[in-house]
Protein backbone atom coordinates (compact mmCIF):
# COMPACT_ATOMS: atom_id res chain seq x y z
CA UNK A 1 0.00 0.00 0.00
CA UNK A 2 1.37 3.32 -0.74
CA UNK A 3 1.71 6.03 2.15
CA UNK A 4 -0.75 8.45 0.28
CA UNK A 5 -3.50 5.60 0.23
CA UNK A 6 -2.57 5.11 4.12
CA UNK A 7 -2.37 8.47 4.98
CA UNK A 8 -5.49 8.68 3.02
CA UNK A 9 -7.22 6.00 4.53
CA UNK A 10 -5.95 7.26 8.46
CA UNK A 11 -7.21 10.80 7.59
CA UNK A 12 -10.87 9.76 6.88
CA UNK A 13 -10.90 7.51 10.09
CA UNK A 14 -9.19 9.53 12.09
CA UNK A 15 -10.75 13.29 11.47
CA UNK A 16 -8.94 16.69 13.00
CA UNK A 17 -9.30 15.63 16.64
CA UNK A 18 -8.62 12.32 18.06
CA UNK A 19 -9.94 12.38 20.91
CA UNK A 20 -10.90 8.69 21.61
CA UNK A 21 -7.65 7.37 21.13
CA UNK A 22 -5.82 10.08 23.05
CA UNK A 23 -7.47 9.63 25.98
CA UNK A 24 -5.37 6.52 26.73
CA UNK A 25 -2.29 6.67 28.29
CA UNK A 26 0.29 6.38 25.84
CA UNK A 27 2.72 3.69 26.94
CA UNK A 28 4.17 0.17 25.62
CA UNK A 29 1.55 -2.42 25.07
CA UNK A 30 0.67 -5.40 22.98
CA UNK A 31 -2.39 -6.95 21.31
CA UNK A 32 -3.31 -9.85 18.80
CA UNK A 33 -5.59 -10.38 16.14
CA UNK A 34 -7.63 -13.22 15.48
CA UNK A 35 -10.65 -14.34 13.77
CA UNK A 36 -13.64 -15.16 14.99
CA UNK A 37 -15.00 -17.60 12.20
CA UNK A 38 -13.25 -19.62 9.49
CA UNK A 39 -12.09 -18.02 6.71
CA UNK A 40 -9.85 -17.72 3.88
CA UNK A 41 -7.39 -14.57 5.26
CA UNK A 42 -6.87 -11.63 3.11
CA UNK A 43 -5.22 -8.27 3.57
CA UNK A 44 -2.62 -8.85 5.34
CA UNK A 45 -0.30 -7.08 3.20
CA UNK A 46 -2.42 -4.22 3.44
CA UNK A 47 -2.81 -4.49 7.40
CA UNK A 48 0.75 -4.46 7.55
CA UNK A 49 1.05 -1.47 5.73
CA UNK A 50 -1.24 0.32 7.89
CA UNK A 51 0.83 -0.93 11.73
CA UNK A 52 4.22 0.25 9.50
CA UNK A 53 3.12 3.64 9.35
CA UNK A 54 1.78 3.88 13.12
CA UNK A 55 5.30 2.19 14.41
CA UNK A 56 3.76 -0.94 15.13
CA UNK A 57 6.16 -4.38 15.50
CA UNK A 58 3.61 -6.55 13.68
CA UNK A 59 4.71 -10.44 13.45
CA UNK A 60 2.30 -12.79 11.44
CA UNK A 61 3.61 -16.40 10.14
CA UNK A 62 0.85 -15.92 7.36
CA UNK A 63 0.37 -15.21 3.74
CA UNK A 64 -2.85 -14.00 2.25
CA UNK A 65 -4.98 -17.38 1.16
CA UNK A 66 -4.17 -19.23 4.00
CA UNK A 67 -7.13 -20.59 5.60
CA UNK A 68 -7.66 -20.40 9.01
CA UNK A 69 -9.84 -22.00 11.33
CA UNK A 70 -11.98 -19.55 14.11
CA UNK A 71 -9.88 -18.32 17.58
CA UNK A 72 -6.53 -18.71 14.80
CA UNK A 73 -4.34 -15.29 15.99
CA UNK A 74 -3.59 -13.81 12.43
CA UNK A 75 -0.98 -10.94 13.89
CA UNK A 76 1.06 -10.01 17.38
CA UNK A 77 1.72 -6.57 17.95
CA UNK A 78 4.05 -4.61 19.84
CA UNK A 79 4.07 -0.25 20.03
CA UNK A 80 2.08 2.50 21.77
CA UNK A 81 -1.04 2.01 23.15
CA UNK A 82 -2.08 4.85 21.57
CA UNK A 83 -0.85 3.99 17.71
CA UNK A 84 -2.52 0.31 18.20
CA UNK A 85 -5.76 1.86 19.04
CA UNK A 86 -5.55 4.51 16.22
CA UNK A 87 -4.35 1.35 13.57
CA UNK A 88 -7.57 -0.91 15.00
CA UNK A 89 -10.20 -0.14 13.17
CA UNK A 90 -8.99 0.54 9.98
CA UNK A 91 -6.89 -2.82 9.75
CA UNK A 92 -9.75 -4.56 10.85
CA UNK A 93 -11.78 -3.08 8.13
CA UNK A 94 -9.16 -4.35 5.18
CA UNK A 95 -8.70 -7.98 7.36
CA UNK A 96 -12.48 -8.14 7.71
CA UNK A 97 -13.26 -7.31 4.26
CA UNK A 98 -10.71 -8.24 1.96
CA UNK A 99 -10.95 -12.13 3.95
CA UNK A 100 -14.58 -11.96 3.07
CA UNK A 101 -13.85 -11.84 -0.57
CA UNK A 102 -10.99 -14.35 -0.55
CA UNK A 103 -13.81 -16.65 1.58
CA UNK A 104 -16.11 -16.57 -0.91
CA UNK A 105 -13.97 -16.82 -3.52
CA UNK A 106 -12.12 -20.06 -2.07
CA UNK A 107 -15.90 -21.58 -1.64
CA UNK A 108 -16.47 -20.86 -5.07
CA UNK A 109 -13.44 -22.27 -6.64
CA UNK A 110 -13.82 -25.64 -5.03
CA UNK A 111 -17.16 -26.10 -5.82
CA UNK A 112 -16.11 -25.44 -9.72
CA UNK A 113 -12.86 -27.86 -8.97
CA UNK A 114 -15.68 -30.79 -8.36
CA UNK A 115 -16.29 -30.35 -12.04
CA UNK A 116 -13.44 -29.03 -13.71
CA UNK A 117 -9.69 -28.41 -13.06
CA UNK A 118 -9.19 -25.92 -15.88
CA UNK A 119 -12.07 -23.61 -15.32
CA UNK A 120 -11.25 -20.22 -13.93
CA UNK A 121 -13.13 -18.25 -11.23
CA UNK A 122 -12.90 -14.30 -12.04
CA UNK A 123 -14.35 -11.28 -10.81
CA UNK A 124 -15.64 -8.04 -12.57
CA UNK A 125 -15.02 -4.13 -12.34
CA UNK A 126 -18.27 -4.36 -10.42
CA UNK A 127 -15.84 -2.75 -7.30
CA UNK A 128 -16.17 -0.58 -4.46
CA UNK A 129 -14.54 3.02 -5.92
CA UNK A 130 -10.96 3.37 -4.38
CA UNK A 131 -10.16 0.16 -3.58
CA UNK A 132 -10.17 -1.91 -6.41
CA UNK A 133 -6.84 -3.04 -6.48
CA UNK A 134 -7.31 -4.41 -2.84
CA UNK A 135 -10.50 -6.39 -3.59
CA UNK A 136 -8.99 -7.92 -6.84
CA UNK A 137 -5.69 -8.90 -4.92
CA UNK A 138 -8.43 -10.70 -2.43
CA UNK A 139 -9.81 -12.13 -5.35
CA UNK A 140 -6.61 -13.35 -6.07
CA UNK A 141 -6.27 -14.69 -2.56
CA UNK A 142 -8.94 -16.82 -2.72
CA UNK A 143 -7.85 -18.77 -5.71
CA UNK A 144 -9.73 -16.44 -8.41
CA UNK A 145 -8.63 -14.95 -11.69
CA UNK A 146 -8.50 -10.77 -10.74
CA UNK A 147 -9.72 -10.18 -14.68
CA UNK A 148 -9.50 -6.23 -15.76
CA UNK A 149 -7.72 -4.21 -12.97
CA UNK A 150 -9.30 -1.13 -15.50
CA UNK A 151 -10.15 -0.34 -18.85
CA UNK A 152 -6.38 -0.27 -19.78
CA UNK A 153 -5.38 -3.97 -19.45
CA UNK A 154 -7.15 -5.39 -21.91
CA UNK A 155 -9.88 -4.43 -24.91
CA UNK A 156 -14.02 -5.03 -23.50
CA UNK A 157 -16.46 -4.62 -26.54
CA UNK A 158 -19.78 -5.09 -24.59
CA UNK A 159 -23.22 -4.35 -25.99
CA UNK A 160 -23.22 -0.82 -25.98
CA UNK A 161 -20.11 -0.65 -27.95
CA UNK A 162 -21.87 -3.12 -30.12
CA UNK A 163 -24.84 -1.33 -30.53
CA UNK A 164 -22.94 1.98 -31.49
CA UNK A 165 -20.52 0.50 -33.99
CA UNK A 166 -21.36 -3.61 -34.83
CA UNK A 167 -19.10 -6.72 -33.86
CA UNK A 168 -16.95 -6.26 -37.04
CA UNK A 169 -16.33 -3.07 -36.65
CA UNK A 170 -15.68 -2.89 -33.25
CA UNK A 171 -13.14 -5.99 -33.38
CA UNK A 172 -11.48 -3.94 -36.24
CA UNK A 173 -10.91 -0.63 -34.40
CA UNK A 174 -9.75 -2.88 -31.01
CA UNK A 175 -7.26 -4.75 -33.72
CA UNK A 176 -5.49 -1.27 -34.21
CA UNK A 177 -4.49 -0.39 -30.84
CA UNK A 178 -1.26 -2.38 -28.99
CA UNK A 179 -0.66 -6.10 -29.68
CA UNK A 180 -0.19 -7.11 -26.24
CA UNK A 181 -3.66 -6.37 -25.23
CA UNK A 182 -6.33 -8.98 -25.89
CA UNK A 183 -9.94 -8.89 -27.34
CA UNK A 184 -12.78 -10.02 -25.70
CA UNK A 185 -16.28 -9.35 -27.27
CA UNK A 186 -19.86 -9.71 -25.45
CA UNK A 187 -22.37 -11.44 -27.06
CA UNK A 188 -26.25 -13.11 -26.52
CA UNK A 189 -26.53 -15.78 -28.96
CA UNK A 190 -24.14 -18.85 -30.38
CA UNK A 191 -24.57 -17.00 -33.66
CA UNK A 192 -22.87 -13.72 -32.32
CA UNK A 193 -20.65 -16.11 -30.85
CA UNK A 194 -19.61 -17.92 -33.86
CA UNK A 195 -19.19 -14.73 -35.81
CA UNK A 196 -16.99 -12.35 -33.04
CA UNK A 197 -14.39 -15.81 -33.10
CA UNK A 198 -14.16 -15.65 -36.78
CA UNK A 199 -13.28 -11.51 -36.83
CA UNK A 200 -10.80 -12.27 -34.87
CA UNK A 201 -11.83 -12.30 -31.23
CA UNK A 202 -9.53 -13.84 -28.41
CA UNK A 203 -12.01 -14.14 -25.42
CA UNK A 204 -15.89 -14.54 -26.37
CA UNK A 205 -18.28 -13.47 -23.46
CA UNK A 206 -21.81 -15.47 -23.17
CA UNK A 207 -23.83 -12.52 -21.50
CA UNK A 208 -26.75 -13.72 -19.01
CA UNK A 209 -27.05 -17.34 -21.27
CA UNK A 210 -28.14 -20.43 -19.33
CA UNK A 211 -26.29 -23.34 -18.60
CA UNK A 212 -27.49 -25.89 -21.73
CA UNK A 213 -26.97 -22.53 -23.91
CA UNK A 214 -23.74 -22.44 -23.04
CA UNK A 215 -23.08 -25.78 -23.50
CA UNK A 216 -24.54 -25.86 -27.29
CA UNK A 217 -23.09 -22.62 -27.75
CA UNK A 218 -19.84 -24.70 -27.45
CA UNK A 219 -20.76 -27.04 -29.27
CA UNK A 220 -21.17 -25.19 -32.38
CA UNK A 221 -17.81 -23.47 -31.82
CA UNK A 222 -16.41 -26.59 -31.84
CA UNK A 223 -17.80 -28.07 -34.95
CA UNK A 224 -16.94 -24.76 -36.86
CA UNK A 225 -13.05 -25.79 -35.60
CA UNK A 226 -13.56 -22.44 -33.94
CA UNK A 227 -13.21 -23.70 -30.17
CA UNK A 228 -9.30 -24.17 -29.41
CA UNK A 229 -8.97 -20.46 -30.85
CA UNK A 230 -11.21 -18.54 -28.36
CA UNK A 231 -11.17 -18.71 -24.22
CA UNK A 232 -15.15 -18.82 -23.63
CA UNK A 233 -16.45 -16.52 -20.56
CA UNK A 234 -19.90 -17.41 -19.02
CA UNK A 235 -21.08 -14.02 -17.33
CA UNK A 236 -24.34 -12.77 -15.70
CA UNK A 237 -26.42 -13.84 -13.08
CA UNK A 238 -23.93 -16.22 -11.50
CA UNK A 239 -23.99 -16.62 -7.99
CA UNK A 240 -23.17 -19.23 -5.60
CA UNK A 241 -26.35 -20.69 -5.39
CA UNK A 242 -26.27 -21.65 -9.34
CA UNK A 243 -22.53 -21.78 -9.46
CA UNK A 244 -22.46 -25.60 -10.39
CA UNK A 245 -24.76 -26.28 -13.13
CA UNK A 246 -22.10 -23.66 -15.19
CA UNK A 247 -18.90 -25.14 -13.70
CA UNK A 248 -20.34 -28.20 -15.54
CA UNK A 249 -20.48 -26.95 -19.24
CA UNK A 250 -16.93 -27.19 -20.26
CA UNK A 251 -16.85 -23.33 -20.14
CA UNK A 252 -12.85 -21.46 -19.92
CA UNK A 253 -14.12 -18.79 -17.11
CA UNK A 254 -16.37 -18.34 -15.25
CA UNK A 255 -16.92 -14.41 -14.09
CA UNK A 256 -19.03 -13.37 -10.51
CA UNK A 257 -19.46 -9.60 -9.67
CA UNK A 258 -20.46 -11.23 -6.34
CA UNK A 259 -17.13 -12.47 -5.17
CA UNK A 260 -17.53 -8.80 -4.25
CA UNK A 261 -19.94 -6.86 -3.90
CA UNK A 262 -22.20 -10.03 -2.16
CA UNK A 263 -19.15 -11.04 -0.02
CA UNK A 264 -19.55 -11.16 3.62
CA UNK A 265 -17.41 -9.75 6.32
CA UNK A 266 -15.16 -11.70 8.33
CA UNK A 267 -15.72 -11.48 12.13
CA UNK A 268 -11.85 -10.33 13.01
CA UNK A 269 -10.92 -8.64 16.26
CA UNK A 270 -8.33 -6.97 18.10
CA UNK A 271 -7.33 -7.53 21.61
CA UNK A 272 -4.78 -5.82 24.12
CA UNK A 273 -3.26 -8.52 25.97
CA UNK A 274 -0.07 -6.92 27.54
CA UNK A 275 0.10 -3.25 28.70
CA UNK A 276 3.15 -1.68 30.89
CA UNK A 277 1.81 0.36 33.78
Known amino acids: ?54 GIQAETDLKDGDRLSKGDMIFRLRGGSVSILRAERLSLNFLGHLSGIATLTRNCVDVVREHSESTRIACTRKTTPGIRKFEKLAVAAGGGDPHR ?11 NHIKLMGIEAAIKAAQKTSFTR ?10 DAVFAAKQGADIIMLDNMQPEAIKETLSILAEKGLRKSVLVEASGGISPANLEGYAKTG ?13 SWIDISLEIVNSEN
Not at 42 to 50: R, V
Not at 251 to 263: A, Q, R, T, Y
Open 149 to 159: FNLSDAVMIKD
Open 1 to 54: MLIREVESFIEEDLGYDDVSCTIVPDRPAEAIIFTKEDCTVAGLNEAASIFFYF
Open 182 to 191: KIEVEVESAE
Open 251 to 263: VDIISMGSLIHKS
